[in-house]
């Protein structure tokens, strides 16, 4: 590919994630209100984000009448441009600094497939949640459409494994893996879904074609 090409391409996948992210931001936004009305959870909660980052869901929390929003992030840079109440710059893999049964929610969007020891840390989200906290955990879907033109086409793979578009994921997962996995340390799966583009519109599914797995799973 030549230096024009190259460059063009880039552009277009830089402005297409933005896009995409634009996107996910709104979809989230109508699965997390829809669902966590459903469960009751009402003002006056706590809700941990781990991986904030610069915080792109925070107005999504304050929507829901979150009344403390606590934003955990190894990126200091990132985190410093999040709005959060509180912040914390620390590295997931270990163990997390808040108490046991400390809050009623916990917020994970694109986070767990970058993991290697995601049972340790799915085991501390469940320590730090109260009895009947919720999870809400986003991630690539590995048998989504996306994923399977990109085998199809050889983008992305790395060890004959499709990587989710980042050669930085340890783990990508189907919708049974990423339910057995959360089962495995005692979360009930309330509701799992899927998310993708379909020219440009934000299309919910209950079915694993879409490239964003969304998962609801209660203590």
């Known amino acids: 590919m030549n230096v024009r090409k190259d460059n063009w391409y880039k552009n277009f ?3 297409y994630s933005l896009f995409y992210m634009s996107r996910r931001i709104e979809s989230t936004r109508k699965f997390m209100k829809k669902f966590m009305k459903i469960e009751n959870l009402n003002s006056g909660h706590i809700i941990i984000d781990l991986g904030a980052r610069q915080g792109s869901f925070n107005k999504i929390f304050r929507e829901l009448n979150f009344e403390k929003i606590i934003a955990v992030d190894i990126d200091a840079k990132a985190l410093a441009k999040n709005d959060a109440n509180e912040k914390y710059i620390m590295d997931l893999e270990e163990k997390l600094p808040f108490p046991d049964g400390f809050c009623e929610c916990v917020f994970m969007a694109e986070v767990i497939e970058h993991f ?4 340790e840390l799915l085991k501390e989200i469940f320590r730090i949640l109260k009895p009947f906290g919720y999870l809400v955990l986003t991630t690539p879907n590995k048998r989504s459409l996306i994923a399977f033109f990109d085998k199809f086409i050889g983008r992305f793979i790395e060890n004959g494994k499709w990587n989710g578009h980042d050669f930085n994921h340890r783990y990508v997962y189907a919708f049974d893996e990423i339910r057995d996995l ?3 340390v005692g979360l009930k799966i309330i509701t799992i879904e899927s998310f993708y ?7 919910r599914t209950k079915t694993s074609l879409g490239m964003c797995t969304w998962v609801l ?3």
């Not at 583009?197 to 299309?203: C, E, H, N, S, V």
């Open 13 to 15: 996948r830089n402005n």
């Open 116 to 119: 290697e020891h995601r049972v």
């Open 182 to 184: 959360l089962r495995k």
């Open 197 to 203: 583009l379909f020219y440009g519109l934000p299309i």
């Open 217 to 219: 799973a209660r203590k």
